[in-house]
């Protein structure tokens, strides 16, 4: 199947700095990413859609200004994390697919740790 | 927007036996709607989907069926092992988007030997 590759798979920060998380369909074109964050023990909630050139669109209650998303490419979206404090802790994860309502292929996660 | 509801939150069966585990949604016009596996710190695999033109669909020892009338779906694993416990997450995906994945809060299934 399809790869999503997700970059870096663990990291920890300092409270205020920020942190950036790729995103990389290796074998196929993404037009449209998806980024989640999932707390321990929690389900998997949608943070943004990330649209190859133009802006993501967030869900309700994500900071778009905290969460900065990037898609350069069609194979290549970013997610930064500004400003990072320990609530910001938590397991990111992206997602993406070729095509229309096929399957939806993970990276394989990011656990970001803000101490 | 979507609202997808999954039941049990747990579920313990015994090795060899069935598990269940169902899932609502809200959204009549979703119309695919994916199973994902999730082990400890890793990411969710896909183990069976189905669309909303089909009533059911069976893979080895797992199955999933679909009620669109009363937007119910749900997953059958049949002769567990141990290595089907993981958390398990249903989801439904909006109708004509690029996989935009709403996902149901999961299922820690537990098998015990």
């Known amino acids: 199947g399809a790869v999503v590759s997700q970059h870096p798979s663990r990291v920890i920060c300092k409270s205020g700095t920020s942190v950036k998380i790729e995103c990389r369909s290796l074998d196929f074109q993404a037009t449209t990413m998806f980024w989640y964050r999932q707390f321990p023990k929690q389900s998997l909630m949608l943070m943004a859609t990330s649209n190859e050139g133009s802006k993501a669109t967030y869900e309700q209650g994500v900071e778009k200004d905290k969460f900065l998303i990037n898609h350069a490419s069609l194979t290549l979206s970013t997610l930064t994390v500004t400003s990072a404090h320990p609530e910001d802790s938590s397991f990111y994860i992206c997602?993406?697919?070729?095509?229309?309502?096929?399957?939806?292929?993970f990276g394989q996660g990011t656990r970001l740790t803000v101490v | 927007g979507e609202n997808v509801e999954q039941h049990p939150s747990t579920l313990s069966v015994q090795e060899g036996d069935s598990a269940v585990i169902k899932c609502t949604y809200s959204?009549?016009?979703?119309?695919?709607f994916p199973w994902y596996k999730q082990e400890l710190g890793k990411r969710p695999q896909l183990i069976i989907d189905?669309?909303?033109?089909?009533g059911e669909k069976k893979d080895q020892r797992i199955a999933v069926t679909l009620n669109k009338t009363a937007k119910h779906f749900s997953l059958h694993i049949t002769e567990t092992q141990p290595e089907d416990s993981a958390v398990y997450f249903c989801a439904a995906s909006s109708a004509g988007g690029y996989q935009k994945v709403t996902f149901g809060t999961g299922t820690k299934l537990q098998v015990i030997p």
């Open positions: 959204d009549s016009a979703s119309n695919y």
């Open positions: 997602s993406a697919s070729g095509q229309p309502n096929t399957e939806a292929f």
């Open positions: 189905i669309r909303s033109n089909v």
